[in-house]
């Protein structure tokens, strides 16, 4: 079955998302370490500013469930960096967490729960959700077409969860579930978007990041920005502040390469990041997303880019964890935004009817993704079935040739052919009915499934008697 627990921007502060951010080495390790943990088979993990969600394909949710929330306290605790110091030993690690409690199975939001080694004030039970089987599946398309995005409809996160499989089978910690799971997620994201006109222009966090630093400068055009960071939501950002008409545009990266190319591509100027003082004096907007794990910008570098002007600075930290540090928010004529005040200072919704017809197409994607499930778990019985069925014709066909005495080769041949194509049209038939219950609507996936089991159970095993 499938099962996650995770936590977003709907309850969990910057600071908490921040704790549990996972990019590059650490998403890496962390992967490694979850499948080793026990009861998950498969696990993805999808990390971005606004959220982090752990998926698992698992026989055992509640074994799995235990092993997750422990990874997640454990992290949380100590920071993700524990994650890469831990490999490979990170697994014991994580069983050793026993002392946490876990969130019981189905329960969406866990309030009340008792503290978790966090402050007693907000123990990190609090902010954790958690979904088995359909429910699990429909949070993760309802997350791709961008209904539970921020900024609703955005379209940066279906780049998001592309990236989260991708990371997991190069982890080697995904498999056939979760590449299926995945892949329907992408394409219900994909039709929810071409189908509806939930993806507005700008409907992003970037753009919500642009209309309310216009808001703030009175209008961009003419204007200078600092652009730190050259990842999606800086590359967005870039775009989006080109098209609104800023004037001199400066691009600060420690990926020296990474800014050029999207210099080049946006009409930037690039600077090194020791050399953002000197750029701050000149800009108007300062936009930070990086995936640094510590703070880039210091109050004492924007109090340094302040000397001798007048003129207001707004800086956008669109980081989690935050890229500036929150005493520059201070300053004279600075006017800091965070992630959280982003979300407070909101963005126009798109129309109730695409939402609707949004959530009509997730509905669809689930119950077409319990269907395919259906079918596909019932493969190996079908398989095992067609071997025995395989190995008694063989069987039978060897008794029949034995006793009609002399045969020539061309009437050999036209009695095996007629036994093999009787077992084909019966499994074509069967197969096709298979489908077909699997299908239906109306028949509850539970007993489908019970059904099925017991149909084609291996009968040399003896399952499904009874």
Same mark, same amino acid.
């Given at each position: 079955?499938?099962?996650?627990?995770?936590?977003?921007?709907?309850?969990?502060?910057?600071?908490?998302?921040?704790?549990?951010? +996972?990019?590059?080495?650490?998403?890496?390790?962390?992967?490694?370490?979850?499948?080793?943990?026990?009861?998950?088979?498969?696990?993805?993990?999808?990390?971005?500013?606004?959220?982090?969600?752990?998926?698992? %394909?698992?026989?055992?949710?509640?074994?799995?469930?235990?092993?997750?929330?422990?990874?997640?306290?454990?992290?949380?605790?100590?920071?993700?960096?524990?994650?890469?110091?831990?490999?490979?030993?990170?697994?014991?690690?994580?069983?050793?967490?026993?002392?946490?409690?876990? /969130?019981?199975?189905?329960?969406?939001?866990?309030?009340?729960?008792?503290?978790?080694?966090?402050?007693?004030?907000?123990?990190?039970?609090?902010? /954790?959700?958690?979904?088995?089987?359909?429910?699990?599946?429909?949070?993760?398309?309802?997350?791709? $077409?961008?209904?539970?995005?921020?900024?609703?409809?955005?379209?940066?996160?279906?780049?998001?969860?592309? !990236? =989260?499989? =991708?990371?997991?089978?190069?982890?080697?910690? $995904?498999?056939?579930?979760?590449?299926?799971? +995945?892949?329907?997620?992408?394409?219900?994201?994909?039709? $929810? #978007?071409?189908? *509806?006109?939930?993806?507005?222009?700008?409907?992003?966090?970037?753009?919500?990041?642009?209309?309310?630093?216009?808001?703030?400068?009175?209008?961009?055009?003419?204007?200078?920005?600092?652009?730190?960071?050259?990842?999606?939501?800086?590359?967005?950002?870039?775009?989006?502040?080109?098209?609104?008409?800023?004037?001199?545009?400066?691009?600060?990266? &420690?990926? %020296? @390469?990474?800014?050029?190319?999207?210099?080049?591509?946006?009409?930037?100027?690039?600077?090194?990041?020791?050399?953002?003082?000197?750029?701050?004096?000149? $800009?108007?907007?300062?936009?930070?997303?990086?995936?640094?794990?510590?703070?880039?910008?210091?109050?004492?570098?924007?109090?340094?880019?302040?000397?001798?002007?007048?003129?207001?600075?707004?800086?956008?930290?669109?980081?989690?964890?935050?890229?500036?540090?929150?005493?520059?928010?201070?300053?004279?004529?600075?006017?800091?935004?965070?992630?959280?005040?982003?979300?407070?200072?909101?963005?126009?919704?798109? #129309?109730?009817?695409?939402?609707?017809?949004? &959530?009509?197409?997730?509905?669809?994607? *689930? @119950?077409?993704?319990?269907?395919?499930?259906?079918?596909?778990?019932?493969?190996?019985?079908?398989?095992?079935?067609?071997?025995?069925?395989?190995?008694?014709?063989?069987?039978? /066909?060897?008794?029949?040739?034995?006793?009609?005495?002399?045969?020539?080769?061309?009437?050999?041949?036209?009695?095996?052919?007629?036994?093999? @194509?009787?077992?084909?049209?019966?499994?074509?038939?069967?197969?096709?009915?298979?489908?077909?219950?699997?299908?239906?609507?109306?028949?509850?996936?539970?007993?489908?499934?019970?059904?099925?089991? &017991?149909? +084609?159970?291996?009968?040399? !095993?003896?399952?499904?008697?009874?």
């Amino acid at each position: 079955m499938i099962g996650l627990i995770g936590l977003d921007h709907h309850e969990a502060p910057a600071d908490v998302r921040g704790r549990l951010t +996972f990019v590059g080495e650490r998403l890496d390790a962390a992967l490694r370490a979850l499948v080793a943990a026990p009861g998950i088979a498969e696990v993805a993990l999808l990390s971005t500013c606004n959220r982090t969600e752990v998926y698992v %394909a698992t026989a055992d949710w509640i074994d799995a469930a235990a092993s997750v929330e422990r990874f997640l306290t454990l992290a949380h605790q100590s920071g993700p960096e524990v994650v890469v110091a831990a490999v490979p030993d990170i697994a014991a690690t994580v069983q050793s967490v026993t002392s946490a409690p876990m /969130l019981a199975p189905g329960i969406r939001t866990a309030r009340g729960s008792e503290t978790l080694g966090m402050s007693e004030e907000r123990p990190l039970g609090e902010y /954790l959700y958690t979904a088995e089987g359909v429910d699990a599946v429909r949070h993760l398309f309802e997350v791709a $077409a961008g209904l539970r995005s921020m900024v609703v409809g955005e379209s940066q996160i279906l780049g998001q969860v592309k !990236d =989260a499989i =991708a990371a997991a089978e190069a982890a080697e910690s $995904a498999g056939e579930e979760l590449r299926a799971l +995945f892949t329907r997620a992408i394409k219900v994201g994909k039709r $929810a #978007r071409s189908d *509806t006109e939930i993806s507005r222009a700008n409907a992003s966090l970037a753009g919500a990041a642009v209309r309310v630093a216009s808001e703030s400068l009175g209008g961009l055009e003419g204007k200078s920005a600092l652009v730190i960071g050259a990842g999606r939501t800086s590359q967005l950002c870039a775009r989006l502040l080109r098209a609104e008409g800023i004037g001199n545009l400066v691009l600060a990266n &420690r990926s %020296a @390469r990474a800014a050029d190319d999207l210099a080049s591509e946006v009409g930037a100027a690039v600077v090194a990041l020791e050399d953002v003082c000197e750029a701050l004096e000149r $800009a108007h907007l300062v936009v930070s997303a990086t995936a640094a794990p510590h703070m880039v910008l210091s109050a004492a570098t924007v109090a340094c880019g302040l000397r001798g002007r007048r003129s207001p600075l707004v800086i956008m930290d669109l980081a989690v964890p935050a890229d500036v540090d929150p005493a520059a928010g201070l300053l004279p004529q600075v006017s800091l935004y965070t992630l959280d005040m982003l979300r407070e200072a909101g963005e126009p919704s798109p #129309r109730a009817d695409d939402v609707a017809q949004a &959530r009509a197409i997730v509905e669809a994607g *689930t @119950r077409e993704w319990a269907r395919s499930r259906q079918v596909r778990m019932a493969v190996p019985g079908i398989a095992a079935l067609r071997r025995h069925v395989d190995r008694s014709e063989q069987a039978e /066909l060897a008794r029949a040739l034995g006793q009609l005495g002399q045969l020539s080769e061309a009437d050999r041949q036209v009695v095996e052919r007629f036994g093999e @194509r009787l077992v084909d049209k019966m499994f074509h038939h069967l197969v096709a009915r298979i489908r077909s219950l699997a299908e239906f609507d109306e028949v509850p996936p539970d007993i489908t499934m019970r059904v099925l089991t &017991r149909l +084609f159970a291996d009968p040399d !095993d003896g399952a499904g008697a009874g």
